[in-house]
Every structure is written in structure tokens, then in C-alpha cells.
């Protein structure tokens, strides 16, 4: 998605066909959807809570004015990276009436509904219905019954159709919905994805919506109503974003507006309570108060920092490279050294800079008398080190192989375990959850770090002030795991970074071509790109419940329409998840992705194994043929029987590998010229050799070499259809 803009209403953010996001204010608060953004042609749309006030739960942000009435039911705020929903409590009757918007709504005979929903209960219950009060049997509602679900539409009793979806969503997490019908046809889709559904009366042809029921005036959420039983079958668990539209999706539309909500909102990211970290020092910011909050409650000296505004109740500060800093003063529980033996601790921030000289985030420090440790950005190169007093010595671990970028929001940590030694791991630096490329950075005799009285500083030491914002900067005194590093950055990220435009994810335009295989088609594989580069299957089986593509090893294959690499390129990333079936020596060269001229003499290969068929055949390999072929192999081994994500980006003749988001390999490449056909998972235009045995997803080609920020992002944000 694309960054944030700082004007009030401003529709932002294109995926593909003009297709734009959501609006925000001048404070990047989210107004809303409405006014041609994620769902146009707005009639009803719930926010739960719009610019985060809890007096807007039932406000309409559709600009049309339906406020519900709200019986019952628990506000939850934003918090912890989650968007405010709405909790139901089935047993306490909690609903919400809409029928201001009924008479508009009855008279849609094309459009949509859509929601996101979160429940564990197996109980019938209905998700959102307009009916006829008056009448037992007259609706147009989609119940839940055992954790399926779908749309029962009837009147007087005679159903026009009821379906239910496959499989089951009452598993604890979030999904979103959407209904949408024209003429010919009405669609399904969970998560993005379309569905099958399985029809009890009518079919996927059957145009039926709200116009096809007489006499409703009752519209709800978490609801129904009849004439004998009133409210009934209530909802049960948390909802959010209920809207009802003119809008007719398309596969594209439905995927993008799923996406845009579920990154841009956090709905579906990692909860901060699930953390269990308990930090020495956690400077914590509001509108005009800064200040700890840890246990340990240190008094904190704010000077000349500024407010910055992330949306809802988040908020980052301003540090102008001269004057400002804050100042946690000196305490033992900061000086992790124990008579002649240094302890474990690690530091942890979000950073964003205005300039790439020496910018210090956290440090006990102070120039040429009392140093201890220092947390810092050096010319885009994060580095962490610890300091010897007494002996004018240093150890440190530079990050110098994934420079970072000015006016990006990051998060960074370093973890230091004196249990290990500095050359074997004992210190390590992150970006963004994954541990960088980090090199040596220390001096010989270093004993350990001396308790001394400098203060512990935010945004500076005692010469150097930082020139950017700061957020969430945290000190422990223990040595965090890298898993623990990874979930407090999944926590944090979308706290406030997506609210903030923290990931610069306008490389989305650079799609040449995206598969999800999230359809049982057997002959084609439908490019989500937009870009129409639709794939024609041969003997390629395809998972509803896992959205991938299967493989046989010999005859499957996905042909493409054109080269999506163009000849020549000096520019472009291969990404794909592949579930590695057969690790035998007769799956070297396998091709996940090809592009070829019809003689081979001219190939890009993204292949299992190697090109010589030497070592492990878990290994993979980039190989390029042109006069000669290169060849970069990764020999990090692969996952067998399970889903790997791995990612190939080109810039100039230079190649970065990734594997699970991690950069494993690098290397010279070659440009190549010629190539007239693609494939997945065979050769494009040489018949009966290496074919892929295992699976795929998620499998994209951009024209663009993706960072490796985005990279990972690629990874964490889109995982396998059946993770």
C-alpha cells in the first residue's frame, strides 16, 4: 500500500485498474472507505469507532447518514495493532439495528455486503440480515451454522437461495467476507479468495439480493428478526467494517480491498499481549507526555522533541539533530556488567531519519569519559556496541550489508549474550524482525563494560543528537531471541506503522504478474496482477482449502502467455512459496519458474538443486544462460515436505537470494536476451524435461528489484494460502 498523505479526505493508494484504498485526515486518522475508496457507490458503512472515538461507533461513514442503534454488545478501542471492533455477546441479545438505511437497501438488486467477523462458536447465528419483521420466513441474511456460512435468501418461506461455504471459519481468527451479485451471477469471496460454495437451492448464475424479498424493514448486524421470535440468533464473537454497496467486485477488486484492509488496518496482525517481555526501560509517547512505561516508572527529561502524530491514540517523537533528546538519567538496572563479567541485554526502537550521519537511538554514553553501550545509525549502517572504560576498548556488530533509507519507518534491536562470543553470535542486529548481514566491529582486549555514571539517552549521547523520529524505544535486560525479536516486531508494526505508512509498498505497481491459485479451474491460472497474463494448466492440480498448485514431477505444468521478465532486464525479482516434496538426487534442476527462446540458448531458470546436479538436491539455484551460463546456488538447504518462500531479486548483474525472508546468497548474474516463452514449473518450450514435483503459491514476478525489507515484508504479509 502506498504512504500516507497529509491532507484532510484524501483518497490515496493504487493497486491495479485505479482501484484506491481509504481516506484519511490531516493527522493520518482514517475517516473512512466511503467516497470512492476500497468499496465504492456507499450505501451503509460501519466503522466501529471512526477517527478512533468511541462516540462514532454507528456512525455512517458512507456520507449517507444510517446511524445504527446499538443494544448491547463491548467496544474495543484501538489497541495492541488491532483495529476497534465490536464484541457480541450472543447470550446478552448484543446486536445492531441499521434500519435507518432499509428502505435504500431493499431496492438493491445488484451489489454487495461485505464484513470482517472473529468467532469460536459453533452455534447457528447470523452475521447480518435484512428481513420482513412482520413475517417468520422472509429474509435476505447470511447465518452462520457450525462455523460455515453463506447467503439464505427467501420470501414467504420459498428460498431463491441458500449456500454455505466448504469449509469452516469458527477457528478464533479474523476473516473477511464479501457477497457480491449481477446479472448472471453472484460471487463469494473469504480472505480475498473466491469461493465455491455449496448450494442448497439455486446457484453461482443466481442474480438474488435484498430486491428479491417483499416487505423488509428491519436491517441488522449480528442479528436477525422475525415475527415470532423478535431479535434472535445472535452473533456471537467480533465484527468490524460491515458495509452494503452498489459495488459489483471482480476477483481483482475483492482481493485488493482485502488486502488494503487487512495491512492498512491491522485486523489480522500480531497482538502485542502475546508478547510476555517485560523491559528495563519503555519510553512511551502521547500527544504532550513522554515517559516510562516499564515497572520501573524512570523519571524521563523530554527536551525540545517534537509531537508526531501516527492516527488513533499513537504517537512518535521529533528529534531536530541539535538540541533535543530525553534523558532517563543513571541507574544500575542500565549497567549490564557484574563485577568482571558483562550481562546479557538488548535495546530495540522504530526509526525513522531525516539524514544518514551518525544518528544515536538509545545509548549510555557519553564521548571520551564514561561510555557503556551505544545503539546507533552510522552513515545508513545500524551498529551496535559495547565499551571497556578502563581499557579504551570496544566490541560491536556492524549491519553494513542492508543500509537503511531516510524517511522509512524501521524497527531495529541488538542483542548482546556475553555467554557467547561476540565472533559466534554473541551480538546481533536486526531490521525489521530478520537478523542482518552483521559484521565485526570491535578491537582486541576488550575485558568488560565498566558501571559508570552516564546517563541513558534517547536520541543522542553526550555530542550527537539524532536528526529524524523516534518511537517505542525499549531496553531489556536479557538476551531476546530472535523469535522474540520477530514478534515484537509483528506486535509493534502495525501498532502504528501501517497507520503511519511505516512499509513503502508502492513496489505493488510493479506487478508484472501474480498467482494465487486459490481456484479448483484445472486449466487456467488467473493473474491477479491485472495485467492479464493468465497461465493455461496442464495436469496441474489445484487445493480450494490450500489455494496452491500441485505438481507431478513429469507431465504438470503452468504455460504463460508472454516472457514476464522482459529481454534485456536489469531489474526484477522472482518471488514464490514452494513445498519441496523429493530432496532425491533426480530433482536437480527441477524448474519452479522458466523463461527461454525456443532452441535454450537463451534462459533464466529458477531451479531446485543445481544446474551440475552436484550436492544437496534441497539446495536452489538461479542460472542464466547467455553465450554461457551463470550459476548462483544457494546451499542453505530447503525445507523438505514443508512450504518455503523463496525470492530471487536482479539489479544491474548483481542477484540477492532469500529464503523465509532471509538473505542467503549473492552474487554476479548476466542479462539475457531473446527469450520467448514462460512457464512454472517446467521448461517453457522444451518438452518432457525437469518438471517441478511439489507445490506452489503465491507466486509473483515484478519488474522491479524488490529490497530486502520488501522482501520480507513479501514474506511475513503473504504467507501460503494454507498457513
Request: glycine share 10%; proline share 2%.
Amino acid at each position: 500500500m502506498c504512504g500516507w498523505a497529509q491532507a484532510a479526505d484524501v483518497v490515496l493508494g493504487n493497486l491495479q485498474d485505479g482501484f484506491t484504498f481509504t481516506s484519511v485526515d490531516a493527522n493520518n486518522v482514517i475517516i473512512g472507505f466511503g467516497g470512492g475508496a476500497v468499496v465504492d457507490n456507499l450505501i451503509l458503512e460501519y466503522l466501529f469507532g471512526a477517527n478512533g472515538d468511541e462516540a462514532n461507533i454507528t456512525l455512517d461513514t458512507s456520507g449517507n447518514s444510517y446511524t445504527g442503534t446499538v443494544s448491547g454488545a463491548t467496544w474495543s478501542p484501538y489497541t495492541n495493532g488491532v483495529i476497534h471492533n465490536y464484541d457480541f455477546d450472543a447470550a446478552s441479545s448484543d446486536h445492531i439495528d441499521a434500519s435507518t438505511a432499509i428502505s435504500e437497501v431493499s431496492a438493491l438488486q445488484d451489489g454487495s455486503v461485505s464484513f470482517w467477523f472473529k468467532t469460536d462458536s459453533s452455534s447457528t447465528m447470523f452475521l447480518f440480515s435484512g428481513s420482513d419483521s412482520g413475517d417468520l420466513s422472509s429474509q435476505c441474511g447470511w447465518p452462520m451454522l457450525s462455523g460455515q456460512f453463506g447467503p439464505y435468501i427467501r420470501d414467504n418461506g420459498t428460498y431463491s437461495l441458500q449456500a454455505l461455504t466448504p469449509l469452516t471459519y469458527n477457528d478464533g481468527n479474523w476473516h473477511h467476507y464479501i457477497y457480491t451479485t449481477e446479472s448472471g451471477t453472484n460471487r463469494n469471496y473469504v480472505d480475498g479468495q473466491p469461493i465455491t460454495m455449496t448450494y442448497s437451492v439455486g446457484n453461482a448464475s443466481a442474480n438474488v439480493f435484498f430486491a428479491d424479498v417483499t416487505g423488509l424493514d428491519w436491517l441488522g448486524v449480528a442479528a436477525n428478526k422475525d415475527l415470532d421470535h423478535g431479535i434472535e440468533l445472535e452473533f456471537d464473537g467480533k465484527m468490524w467494517g460491515p458495509t452494503v454497496s452498489e459495488e459489483v467486485f471482480t476477483d481483482a477488486t475483492a482481493y485488493a480491498t482485502n488486502r488494503a484492509q487487512a495491512l492498512t488496518l491491522g485486523i489480522s496482525s500480531k497482538e502485542a499481549s502475546d508478547l510476555d517481555l517485560d523491559p528495563v526501560l519503555d519510553v512511551t509517547f502521547s500527544d504532550d507526555t513522554t515517559q516510562d512505561g516499564s515497572t520501573n516508572y524512570f523519571a524521563l527529561t523530554d527536551t525540545s522533541t517534537t509531537h508526531v502524530d501516527l492516527g488513533y491514540t499513537n504517537a512518535a517523537r521529533g528529534f531536530n539533530g541539535s538540541t533535543s533528546g530525553i534523558d532517563a538519567g543513571d541507574n544500575d538496572k542500565f549497567s549490564f556488567t557484574e563485577g568482571t563479567n558483562d550481562l546479557a541485554f538488548s535495546v530495540s526502537a522504530w526509526v525513522k531519519l531525516d539524514t544518514m550521519a551518525n544518528e544515536p537511538m538509545i545509548s549510555k554514553w557519553n564521548v571520551g569519559s564514561t561510555r557503556e553501550w551505544n545503539f546507533t545509525i552510522v552513515n545508513s549502517d545500524v551498529t551496535f556496541h559495547i565499551f571497556d572504560e578502563t581499557l579504551n576498548k570496544q566490541q560491536g556488530r556492524l549491519c553494513n550489508a542492508d543500509p537503511l533509507s531516510s524517511d522509512i519507518w524501521y524497527h531495529v534491536a541488538g542483542v548482546y549474550d556475553p555467554s557467547i562470543a561476540i565472533g559466534d553470535d554473541g551480538m546481533k542486529v536486526y531490521i525489521n524482525g530478520v537478523r542482518c548481514d552483521d559484521t565485526d566491529n570491535s578491537n582486541a582486549g576488550y575485558a568488560y563494560m565498566r558501571n559508570t555514571t552516564a546517563p541513558v539517552r534517547i536520541g543522542g549521547h553526550s555530542t550527537i543528537t539524532l536528526d529524524g523520529n523516534l518511537d517505542e524505544p525499549q531496553v531489556y535486560n536479557t538476551a531476546l531471541s530472535a523469535t522474540q525479536v520477530t514478534n515484537l516486531f509483528l506486535a509493534q508494526e502495525t501498532k502504528f506503522g501501517q497507520l503511519a505508512g511505516i512499509r513503502d509498498e508502492s513496489w505493488f505497481g510493479n506487478l508484472k504478474a501474480l498467482y494465487t491459485f486459490n481456484t479448483a479451474n484445472s486449466g487456467k491460472s488467473q493473474d491477479y496482477s491485472g495485467n492479464g497474463n493468465h497461465g493455461t494448466d496442464t495436469s496441474v492440480t489445484k487445493s480450494i482449502s490450500e489455494g496452491s498448485a500441485e505438481f507431478n514431477g513429469s507431465t504438470s505444468q503452468i504455460i504463460l502467455p508472454s516472457i514476464l521478465i522482459e529481454n534485456n532486464s536489469t531489474n526484477y525479482t522472482i518471488a514464490t512459496w514452494a513445498y519441496i516434496e523429493d530432496s532425491s538426487s533426480a530433482r536437480h534442476n527441477d524448474r519452479i519458474y522458466n523463461q527461454i527462446d525456443g532452441a535454450g540458448n537463451h534462459q533464466i531458470d529458477l531451479m531446485q538443486g543445481n544446474r551440475t546436479a552436484s550436492g544437496s538436491a534441497l539446495q536452489w539455484s538461479l542460472s542464466v544462460y547467455e553465450g554461457g551460463y551463470t550459476d548462483l546456488t544457494a546451499t542453505n538447504e530447503l525445507n523438505e515436505d514443508a512450504w518455503n518462500h523463496l525470492a530471487v531479486t536482479v539489479s544491474g548483474t548483481f542477484a540477492s537470494m532469500y529464503h523465509d525472508g532471509i538473505l542467503v546468497k549473492t552474487g554476479s548474474t548476466a542479462t539475457v536476451n531473446s527469450m520467448t516463452a514462460a512457464a512454472w514449473g517446467s521448461f517453457a518450450a522444451v518438452s518432457g524435461a525437469n518438471k517441478f514435483l511439489g507445490k506452489l503459491d503465491n507466486s509473483a514476478v515484478y519488474d522491479t528489484a524488490l529490497t530486502s525489507n520488501q522482501v520480507y515484508n513479501l514474506y511475513n504479509d503473504y504467507p501460503h494460502s494454507g498457513q
